[in-house]
Nanobody, 127 residues
Framework: QMLLEESGGGSVQAGGSLRLSCTASAYTSNPYTTYTWGWFRQAPGKEREGVASINHSGGRTSYATSVKGRFTISRDNANHTLYLQMNTLEPEDTAMYYC?????????????????WGQGTQVNVSS
């Protein structure tokens, strides 16, 4: 069982920035470096959507079209931490943000591909 804990959410005005973090406490037999990590979000009344993903080595990333050029995903394998730098935030970015981990070597924005999930951190962007 891998435990993931997100932090860094909050309220910001449109055009502002936030940096989300996700720290993993792994209790599995697989090293951290075998996991692909992703950020997902879910707004009230909407389905969960993939925002960004990064592969096991950090060499490959994938972004949703709606955040490309504004968000940057990164990972620190030594400290078991995943980040999402969010710039030029828009009211449409308001949602609960979740980090997730999947065994595999390719980034994915597909939620069923992920094995472990955090509890989420809320992001509110006002106009």
């Amino acid at each position: 069982q891998m435990l993931l804990e997100e932090s860094g959410g909050g309220s910001v005005q449109a055009g502002g920035s936030l940096r989300l973090s996700c720290t993993a406490s792994a209790y599995t037999s697989n090293p951290y470096t075998t996991y692909t990590w992703g950020w997902f979000r879910q707004a009230p009344g909407k389905e969960r959507e993939g925002v960004a993903s990064i592969n096991h080595s950090g060499g490959r990333t994938s972004y949703a079209t709606s955040v490309k050029g504004r968000f940057t995903i990164s990972r620190d394998n030594a400290n078991h931490t995943l980040y999402l730098q969010m710039n030029t935030l828009e009211p449409e970015d308001t949602a609960m943000y979740y980090c997730a981990a999947a065994l595999g070597t390719w980034p994915s924005l597909i939620a069923p591909a992920y094995n472990y999930w955090g509890q989420g951190t809320q992001v509110n962007v006002s106009s």
